[in-house]
């Protein structure tokens, strides 16, 4: 997901729940400032070698990580990826890395929750600010929700 240029495109001409995550925290070397200034293509945000290592590390775990969840919490998981966009704020976006219900295949009212996969290497603090930001901006976002 993270090298489709669709995708890349679509969350640039929107906010996304990192960015306000990013601007609210300062989490990853940015602020406000550092945001809007990667929004307006003034600074190159493009992941160092090690960054975009993280990254595929965290996406390859995630199909592993949703089926443990879905077992070990009694859930299911639905809608792994959506791009969501909210319906009166279409600049308000989010990519869910998945939906939860109690029952198998949801209608959207049936959902009870959104999941959001993190990982990290041992020793590395938990930017919980950052995440607790990023969650609460795709709650909001796919309370109306309108997948893409």
Avoid: N
Wanted: charged share 25%; with cysteine.
């Amino acid at each position: 997901m993270s090298d489709d240029p669709k995708w890349l495109a679509w969350r640039e001409e929107g906010i996304t729940a990192s960015d306000v995550a990013e601007g609210a925290t300062g989490q990853y070397g940015k602020g406000p400032v550092g945001v809007v200034a990667r929004k307006l293509g003034l600074i190159d945000d493009t992941p160092t070698d090690e960054q975009q290592a993280r990254v595929d590390r965290g996406h390859a775990l995630e199909e592993r990580i949703i089926t443990a969840a879905e077992a070990l919490h009694g859930i299911h998981v639905v809608g792994e990826q959506m791009w969501c966009e909210h319906a009166e704020h279409s600049w308000l976006r989010c990519t869910v890395d998945g939906l939860t219900a109690d029952v198998p295949e949801p209608t959207m009212d049936k959902i009870t929750g959104v999941l959001e996969v993190k990982t990290r290497f041992q020793h590395t603090p938990r930017p919980w600010d950052y995440w607790r930001a990023q969650v609460h901006v795709q709650m909001v976002g796919t309370l109306s929700l309108i997948p893409l």
